[in-house]
């Protein structure tokens, strides 16, 4: 029996305001600029969009650090803007979720000023601690590295912040300080919101006491603030007091450090209906820093990919991605440059035949790249900048050559730089100067051009949303890996009643061969979709792939 549920079936589409499109010529993207190309999303195949923070901000973490939960930044628009894009996606049927950051606030957010001041109610609605005889409470370091305490002049105490010391951690111990996210979430749920991603969620609950983490962990002390020990208990009163009153939400959490037993227990007890993991995220991570990478390997992709497929096979749902906002470009990570379309296009295929709803981020489907940064000074992301620093400081690091190589591949912003609409001056971003520049391959990477090629990496992406939709089996259908020693070629079958479909892809630029094992027998097999021209018929028993081949077949 199929738990049929829209947000299973929808194609999502994740939108970085600040980058997509800038509707005044001030350089930075904003409401009325999405709003302007809710057709474009449409015509993708769009059924949810997700909207990365657009609330007052000053913007120390572009937007992850709210000032204010119930106004709109002036820079993207109004609420009057806000509504008419929540109006235009619902005339579309698209649903629209919202991001919901509250394991902490920006430093200007009134409660933090007040709580600085030790203003009640607000003195406590923060992690305020003392210092251990001038050094900060304990050893545990922010997931943008360095110490993740500050010291505030103003209290005479340290507080603390797992991102930027401009993003305090509020205190979820405090009763009052959950009554007030509760009422947040129902403003806006109020206001027609189709459901949230959670920041960071489960980050909420710290282990009492504050003790130092075991050294040696890639963040210092995280142990001790990742699934912390009354995570289920704030879930469980959030799904209570706020998201069991609205039908038909979707709510997805976003868990750093996250395992497959672990979500599944989130999943089917609490308010989520997924979560994004970030397994698949540390598969080129070496064993140094955040920014220590290494090559990624097929075979533990195949791994990470089948053990969460079966791990949320009975209960839960994945949330699939190849890249977000925070994450380097899918084809110049997981794919090949040299074959961009064609590379995009396999990737393209994984993420929406795999079992779970597809995380398309903007760009993705014109298979953009990261950026050839070539200096320090290009960069705005705070978490690169912070590491930057923090490097130069260092007397074995001269400059910034010797560590360019990890920030060009890793940085967020490889992500950021603005959407690429036409080979017009800054990719018809804006007609002002862009925040942050734009890939300089924007004349040959483009929307204009990819809608006026058919065999563009864009028609292909419309054809895997329209082939989830035409083929339950893609949605629902089980997963099992095919040919699982097979050191270059991805591929599983999917299974629902009599309808099979089975995924071939070919990860690297050489020509291997596929074997269908034969135990997997069929009648018929038609050919669904390929990234190359594939004569015809083409049976899937035995054939020779070319360079970063995806081919979905239907087996009768
Ligand atoms: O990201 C959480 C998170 O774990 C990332 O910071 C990740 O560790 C890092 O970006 C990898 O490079 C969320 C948001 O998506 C991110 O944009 C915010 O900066 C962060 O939370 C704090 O709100």
Redesign the pocket.
């Known amino acids: 029996e199929v738990d049929r549920q829209w947000w299973k079936e929808a194609t999502a589409y994740e939108i970085y305001p600040r980058s997509f499109y800038d509707s005044t010529g001030n350089g930075v993207g904003d409401l009325p600029g999405i709003y302007e190309k809710l057709d474009y999303l449409d015509d993708l195949g769009v059924d949810l969009l997700w909207l990365?923070p657009v609330y007052d901000s000053p913007l120390a973490?572009?937007?992850?650090?709210i000032r204010d939960y119930r106004s709109i930044l002036p820079e993207y628009g109004t609420m009057d803007d806000w509504e008419r894009v929540r109006d235009g996606l619902h005339d579309r049927d698209i649903r629209l979720v919202m991001?919901l950051?509250v394991?902490?606030t920006s430093d200007e957010h009134t409660w933090f000023q007040q709580s600085r001041r030790e203003v009640d109610p607000y003195t406590d609605y923060y992690i305020w601690r003392e210092g251990e005889s001038g050094d900060p409470p304990n050893n545990w370091e922010s997931?943008?590295g360095g110490s993740a305490w500050t010291y505030d002049e103003v209290r005479g105490e340290y507080y603390l912040h797992?991102?930027?010391e401009k993003?305090p951690d509020l205190d979820w111990r405090n009763p009052a300080v959950r009554e007030d996210v509760y009422e947040m979430m129902r403003w806006w749920l109020d206001r027609d919101v189709d459901g949230f991603r959670m920041?960071?969620v489960n980050l909420l609950s710290k282990t009492e006491g504050f003790p130092d983490g075991d050294a040696g962990s890639v963040v210092t002390g995280s142990e001790h603030f990742i699934n912390g020990p009354r995570m289920h208990e704030y879930l469980r009163e959030m799904d209570e007091r706020v998201l069991s009153n609205y039908d038909d939400i979707v709510t997805v959490g976003?868990m750093?450090g996250v395992s497959v037993d672990g979500a599944r227990e989130y999943v089917s007890d609490g308010p989520l209906d997924m979560v994004f993991h970030?397994e698949h995220?540390r598969l080129d991570a070496g064993e140094g820093d955040?920014w220590d990478f290494r090559d990624w390997e097929l075979s533990d992709l195949k791994e990470t990919f089948t053990r969460w497929q079966t791990g949320l096979a009975e209960d839960g749902w994945n949330a699939l991605y190849l890249n977000?906002?925070?994450?380097p470009r899918m084809v110049s990570r997981f794919g090949d440059e040299e074959y961009r379309v064609t590379s995009a296009k396999l990737l393209g295929t994984l993420l929406h035949t795999l079992r779970g709803t597809p995380f398309v981020y903007q760009g993705e489907e014109i298979g953009m790249t990261n950026v050839p940064f070539e200096s320090a000074g290009q960069f705005a992301d705070?978490?690169t900048l912070r590491y930057v620093e923090r490097m130069l400081e260092r007397d074995d690091v001269e400059g910034f050559a010797d560590i360019s190589e990890a920030v060009r591949y890793?940085?967020?912003d490889n992500a950021r730089t603005p959407m690429q609409w036409s080979d017009e001056p800054n990719g018809g971003f804006t007609t002002g100067e862009p925040w942050l520049a734009v890939n300089p391959n924007y004349p040959e990477v483009n929307v204009e051009d990819a809608r006026a090629d058919p065999n563009s990496v864009w028609h292909y992406y419309r054809r895997l949303a329209d082939l989830r939709e035409e083929h339950d089996v893609l949605v629902y259908g089980r997963y099992d890996l095919v040919a699982p020693e097979h050191p270059q070629i991805y591929s599983y079958l999917r299974s629902l009643g009599d309808e099979r479909a089975l995924v071939v892809l070919n990860f690297f630029g050489d020509e291997p061969r596929f074997d269908l094992p034969e135990s997997i027998e069929y009648g018929e097999a038609d050919l669904l979709l390929a990234n190359y021209d594939v004569e015809r018929p083409a049976p899937p028993d035995a054939f020779d792939l070319r360079p970063y081949e995806a081919r979905v077949y239907r087996l009768d």
Not at 61 to 65: A, L
Request: no cysteine.
């Open positions: 990365t973490d572009f937007g992850y650090d991001d950051v394991n902490h997931l943008f797992l991102f930027d993003q920041d960071v976003e750093p970030f995220m955040a977000n906002h925070d994450q705070v978490e890793g940085s967020r």
